[in-house]
């Protein structure tokens, strides 16, 4: 079973970055379009970004282009999301997934930022 585990999350101020992570056990990640959600309290999960299976193509949510980049390392099974210019609106439990969400979720990582 595929194990999705989140981390790099922390308490930042306005304005700062952080860097999350995202490995898995029992899955080559490369072979999958990976994609980070974030979930705030009371609200839906919402897409962030995405990645390509050879990390050459992203996307990204509206909220968040031009602040953050998502990348990949093949070699290391790792999916990154460096987040730059942090607001409050980013405030949220960040989580990995396949683009159609294919694996069961993992704990998430909690990125809260104050203003």
């Known amino acids: 079973q595929v194990q999705l585990v989140e981390s790099g999350g922390g308490l930042v101020q306005a304005g700062g970055s952080l860097r999350l992570s995202c490995t898995a056990s029992?899955?080559?990640?490369?072979?999958?379009?990976m994609a980070w959600f974030r979930q705030n309290l009371g609200k839906e999960r919402e897409f962030v970004a995405r990645?390509?299976?050879?990390?050459?193509?992203?996307y990204y949510a509206d909220s968040v282009k031009g602040r953050f980049t998502i990348s990949r390392d093949i070699a290391k099974n790792t999916v990154y999301l460096q987040m730059n210019s942090l607001s409050p609106e980013d405030t949220a439990v960040y989580y990995c997934?396949?683009?159609?969400?294919?694996?069961?979720w993992g704990q998430g990582t909690q990125v809260t930022v104050s203003s």
């Open positions: 997934n396949t683009d159609s969400q294919m694996f069961r």
């Open positions: 990645v390509s299976e050879s990390g050459g193509r992203t």
């Open positions: 029992g899955r080559t990640l490369s072979l999958h379009v």
